[in-house]
């Protein structure tokens, strides 16, 4: 993304090309079930989103605890009968988490 300016005056304005930034990630939603029961064969999967939807969209998920698994794709897979927590954080705008 750039912006064009046009400075100076008389005749005499320069014409710049100025680099903006990309868009950076304000909000994080997160929608994932609180509770998971390892006899249900349901397939989970994270969903995300991040306003303004400008902003890339990438998050990551880090597991705390074996008892599930989380694809790059979101998709939670059951490992074993335990506790585990998780937290969804903004690729771009690392202060964005949801637990």
Known sequence: MGL???TGGRGKGK???VS??????LELT????????????????ILTG????????DVSFDVEGNSINVSEEGF????????????????RNPVLKKQ
């Open 4 to 6: 064009l300016t046009i």
């Open 15 to 17: 014409t710049r090309f």
């Open 20 to 25: 903006l930034p990309e868009t950076i990630p």
């Open 30 to 45: 997160v929608s994932y079930p609180q509770k998971i029961n390892i006899r249900t064969t349901t397939q989970w999967q």
């Open 50 to 57: 991040i306003l303004p939807q400008e902003a890339k969209q």
């Open 76 to 91: 939670i897979s059951v490992i074993s009968q335990g506790v585990s927590s998780l937290t969804v954080v903004s690729v």
